[in-house]
């Protein structure tokens, strides 16, 4: 059985983490040129400016970081189950190998030697019964 193929690989992963950078060098890159501008010009607005794209890349690496714990969460979920049914697989192989009674013939036998019982003590019975 083919596993599921995860959505972000980590070659993915880290290109998302390397653009995370960039985006973050060029906001300081910005910051450095606003806080050049901001001692000839208005102060209030360049810090307003920072301040608004401040916000916004928090909130852009917000989203970024729970979309990427949301998707390690569903291939944390899909590799466990992956290899949960791998090593049930597994076991029942080494079991099935060691030629060990199954629960299934282990109630098998237990219904069978119940009967031989019942048909055992019938036959004790007719006898003690002849017998008298």
Do not use: F, W
């Not at 806080?35 to 010009?41: E, H």
């Not at 928090?58 to 290899?83: F, G, H, P, V, Y």
């Not at 791998?86 to 629960?103: D, S």
Request: net charge positive.
């Amino acid at each position: 059985m083919a596993t599921p193929k995860p959505r972000l690989s980590l070659r993915q992963m880290r290109a998302s983490m390397k653009r995370m950078q960039t985006e973050g060098e060029r906001l300081v890159s910005r910051i450095r040129r606003d806080a050049r501008a901001l001692t000839v010009g208005s102060r209030r607005e360049a810090v307003s400016g920072l301040m608004a794209d401040a916000r916004r890349l928090q909130t852009d690496l917000r989203k970024r970081a729970e979309r990427a714990i949301e998707e390690i969460e569903s291939q944390r979920t899909r590799i466990l189950s992956a290899l949960e049914e791998q090593a049930t697989r597994l076991v029942e192989a080494v079991v099935k190998r060691l030629n060990l009674v199954t629960k299934d013939d282990m109630h098998e036998m237990t219904k069978r030697l119940s009967a031989v019982e019942r048909r055992l003590d019938a036959l004790l019975k007719e006898k003690r019964e002849a017998a008298a």
